[in-house]
């Protein structure tokens, strides 16, 4: 069944693959940049730069848009994890270029669409749909899988 | 060593890992059933719902079912995501087809019980049991793994 | 452009992801660690030994021990996962043996010193650079990945 990971669909997904994964690292310097400019942390040894301890205690708190950048961190970890796993079983069953493709950019657009749509943010349902597009295109890949292995 | 992608073992990882994801994914509806039915969002602009200013403060809090379902959906990926990657190591150490299934199965049942019990849920020790078996399992793999490719 | 899973890279690559995976299911035992000796616990079914309402309610509250530990394996999470995924799709690309080595130990020592600056906690900027070392390990892997597949 696999076609090898010489084929044309693997080059497409390590790229996509990589793409996406790399548009979810960047949440962590994201949420840094929210934590600096609201000068709100979660550590008491990030806090150095307070001249008080008043400072510093007032730096210990929970700023809403650095949850917002977080909660969409978290969204991605939930989503971009199992596309990967999914996507590269996917690969190995040999699909069509274009309809491998096909998966791939609807599931990357997706994403990159729901980060916007959540950071912002946007009116729902943007953000609710971006992330049923994108389970959607998992759901797809994963029903090839077990249907190609013969579950 | 490794046994190659064509093998039956392969097959047998995709199966399984894919129907462990599709399990870890289900977490997210489930969330937001939750978050329906117990009228409790997290952001903003999930409450278009709401008819009055007040309304809308009231469905922003934290909810202790939904926060339940969340814990169980953050345990399949702190335990999901090593199972993945160690198993698609393990299986390209070329391992006998029944002691590579006996440790996919052990795994995956581990971790539908983990989420009955969290859900529901059940009398501890359950959920501490469930978990500590889908950790050995995934220990034992991680074993063959470093012994075979000779650390 | 893939060299195969029977490479020398894949090995090396095959030790290195599972080391730095099992140092992050680690966290979960340290979680119960720090929940058992603090007391302190996030679901009721496990305040078992609580000998009065009273002591249930005081066990289930959060304590800055085992968040500091909880935040510490999401940030494993954020880092780790990202990391197996552009690792694995690295080594396909058909690195040197000697490149290679660097990268994936580069991380993964990156990763521990990282741990052991989260938990105890070490003054920062310890925690902060460690961080950042191993992002620049996985934004290399990942620059080779796109620039072979011809993005």
Redesign the interface.
């Given at each position: 069944?696999?076609s090898?990971?010489?084929s044309e669909v693997?080059?497409?997904f390590?790229?996509y693959?990589?793409?996406v994964?790399?548009k979810?690292?960047l949440?962590?310097p994201m949420t840094g940049y929210f934590r600096l400019t609201r000068n709100c942390f979660?550590?008491v040894?990030?806090t150095?730069m307070a001249k008080t301890p008043e400072d510093k205690k007032r730096m210990l708190r929970v700023d809403p848009d650095v949850e917002?950048v977080r909660?969409c961190?978290q969204n991605d970890?939930?989503?971009i994890?199992?596309f990967?796993?999914?996507g590269l079983?996917y690969t190995?069953?040999g699909p069509d270029l274009s309809t491998a493709l096909l998966h791939f950019r609807v599931f990357v657009g997706s994403r990159l669409f729901h980060t916007v749509a959540y950071v912002l943010?946007?009116?729902?349902p943007s953000?609710g749909l971006a992330?049923m597009v994108g389970?959607g295109a998992?759901?797809s890949m994963?029903y090839r899988?077990?249907s190609t292995?013969?579950?």
């Amino acid at each position: 069944m696999p076609s090898g990971i010489d084929s044309e669909v693997f080059l497409a997904f390590s790229t996509y693959a990589t793409i996406v994964v790399l548009k979810m690292m960047l949440m962590s310097p994201m949420t840094g940049y929210f934590r600096l400019t609201r000068n709100c942390f979660a550590n008491v040894e990030d806090t150095g730069m307070a001249k008080t301890p008043e400072d510093k205690k007032r730096m210990l708190r929970v700023d809403p848009d650095v949850e917002r950048v977080r909660r969409c961190h978290q969204n991605d970890l939930e989503n971009i994890t199992p596309f990967v796993v999914i996507g590269l079983l996917y690969t190995l069953t040999g699909p069509d270029l274009s309809t491998a493709l096909l998966h791939f950019r609807v599931f990357v657009g997706s994403r990159l669409f729901h980060t916007v749509a959540y950071v912002l943010p946007l009116r729902q349902p943007s953000r609710g749909l971006a992330w049923m597009v994108g389970m959607g295109a998992t759901f797809s890949m994963a029903y090839r899988v077990l249907s190609t292995t013969h579950l």
